[in-house]
Structure formats: C-alpha cells, structure tokens
C-alpha cells in the first residue's frame, strides 16, 4: 500500500493560491470601489465595510484548513449576488467593477471546490465517518 505523501501536489498548491489571490483582490476591490473609485457617496461610503468578513476566512485559508476552504464556497455567493445585482442596476463605472466582482467570485469558487475535491480525493465522501452510507 502506498502511504500518502506529506506534500501537497502542485495542483493543491495552485488552487490554494488561486483561492488566497481571490480572498485577497475581492478585499481590495472592495475597498478600493467604495472608498475610491464609484462610492455610493462623495468621500466614501460604510460600504466598504463589506470587505471586512472577506478577512476572516483569510487566516484559515493561509494555513490550509480544508473546513475554511468548504465554506467559503458558500460564503462567496453572497458576494456573487451583490456583483450581479449592481453590475445590472449601477452606472459606469459602478457596474464595471461589480463584473470584476463577479468573476473573482466565480474564481473563488471554483478555486475552493477543486482543492477540496483534489484533496479528499475522487471518494471523498465516503471517508466521512458520520455517513449513512455504508461503503461496499
């Protein structure tokens, strides 16, 4: 039997990268977009607040924690949502950045669901010990 080896494959590294620079330009493009670039209100808007859960799933995300990645993938429709509401209601140049929202969204996405899938592997779920499913 082969053990697994302690070092992740360059596909798991990609798409933690991948998933970490999606966190990270989501952040800034939502403080630059409420801060700088299409405020609601002249000088700023609380908007801007909307980048601060972004920072919480940054930490889980840097030390490769599997259950971070998982629901994040959630976490990033609400993110999707916003980016699809204003890309079709705001004006230039508001809408413009919401579609930039939109596919760093999607990125994240994707980014999350192939590194757990890489990680757990292709039966992944039936490793999960409170499973109802019984294994053949």
Same mark, same amino acid.
Do not use: Q
């Given at each position: 039997?082969?053990?697994?080896?302690?070092?992740?494959?360059?596909?798991?590294?990609?798409?933690?990268?991948?998933?970490?620079?999606?966190?990270?330009?989501?952040?800034?493009?939502?403080?630059?977009?409420?801060?700088?670039?299409?405020?609601?209100?002249?000088?700023?808007?609380?908007?801007? $607040?909307?980048?601060?859960?972004?920072?919480?799933?940054?930490?889980?995300?840097?030390?490769? *924690? $599997?259950?971070?990645?998982?629901?994040?993938?959630?976490?990033?429709?609400?993110?999707?949502?916003?980016?699809?509401? *204003?890309?079709?209601?705001?004006?230039?140049?508001?809408?413009?950045?919401?579609?930039?929202?939109?596919?760093?969204?999607?990125?994240?996405?994707?980014?999350?669901?192939?590194?757990? *899938?890489?990680?757990?592997?292709?039966?992944?779920?039936?490793?999960?010990?409170?499973?109802?499913?019984?294994?053949?």
């Amino acid at each position: 039997m082969n053990a697994p080896s302690s070092t992740p494959s360059s596909s798991v590294n990609t798409t933690r990268w991948l998933a970490v620079g999606s966190v990270l330009a989501l952040i800034l493009l939502s403080l630059a977009w409420e801060l700088l670039l299409a405020p609601l209100r002249p000088g700023g808007s609380w908007l801007a $607040l909307k980048a601060l859960p972004l920072c919480i799933p940054l930490a889980g995300l840097l030390k490769n *924690r $599997l259950y971070t990645y998982r629901w994040v993938s959630l976490v990033v429709w609400l993110y999707f949502i916003e980016g699809v509401v *204003r890309a079709w209601s705001d004006k230039a140049p508001g809408n413009y950045l919401a579609m930039v929202e939109i596919v760093l969204c999607l990125l994240l996405f994707v980014a999350c669901a192939l590194h757990v *899938r890489l990680r757990l592997g292709p039966r992944g779920a039936n490793k999960n010990p409170d499973s109802l499913e019984v294994a053949p």
